[in-house]
C-alpha cells in the first residue's frame, strides 16, 4: 500500500506572500509610469491571530489593518509597544462611542463618513493631543446598508473636516459592491479626490489590487492574498 502525504494544512508562508504582493504592485504601478513605492500595502490582519502579524513583521512589515476597533485593542497594543514604526490602520466602520479607542490605538482612520463622527474625532483629537491620520470613506456604489458617504456629499464632508475641523484629511477610500467591475468604482473616488485637491486613494483588495493600483491607488488593503483565508 501506499501512503499519502500527510493531510496537514500548510502554514501560509507569509514572507513570500508579502513578496509577491509587492513584486505584483510594482509591476501594476510601472505600467502607468509610477513606482511601486508610490503603493503602501496594508497588511490587511483582521480575524487572524497576533502570530500571522508578527510573521509579516519578522518579514519587515510594517503597515496593517484591522476592520474592528474591539479586535484590534485586544491584539495590538502588546504588538505595537514591541514594534517601533508599526502603523496600524482602521479600515472599517467607527461608532462614535468608540472614537476614544481608536484615537488611542489607530495612526490612521480611513473609515471618516459622515458630520457626526468627523465632529467626534475632532474633539477627540484636541483632547488628547494624539492626531491619525483621516481618510474620508465614500459609498461609491450607494449601496443602503454600506458605510461611507454617498458620492454627492463627499465634497462637503471634505470641506467639513479640511477647513472647519482642522482633520486634513489625506485621501479617500472606497469598497466597490461585492460581484461589481471595480475600475468604475475607482475611477468615481480617484475623480472626486482629484477635484478636492486629495492626494490618497486607499481602493483595492486581494482581487482587484492591481486594477486599483493602474487607477492611481496610493494604499492598498491586502489580507487574503497575504496571510491566506481566515479563520471562520
Ligand atoms: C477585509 C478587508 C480587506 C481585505 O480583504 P481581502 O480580500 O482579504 O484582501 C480590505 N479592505 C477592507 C475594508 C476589509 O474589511
Known sequence: MTIDAPQIEDAPDIRANLAAVEKRIT???RDKGRGGDDVTLIAVSKIHPAAAVTAAIAAGHLVFGENRVQ???AKWPSLK???PGVELHLIGPLQTNKVRDAVALFDVIQTVDRPKLARALAAEMAKTG???GIFIEVNTGEEPQKAGVMPEAAEALIALCRDELDLAPA???CIPPAGEEPSLHFALLRDIALRAGLAGLSMGMSD???????FGATHVRVGTAIFGPRPV
Do not use: I, S, Y
Not at 208 to 214: I, L, N, S, Y
Open 171 to 173: 485621501g479617500l477610500m
Open 208 to 214: 482587484d489590487f492591481e486594477t486599483a493600483v493602474r
Open 81 to 83: 509597544a514591541a514594534t
Open 130 to 132: 494624539r492626531r491619525p
Open 27 to 29: 509591476a501594476a504601478a
Open 71 to 73: 479586535e484590534a485593542k
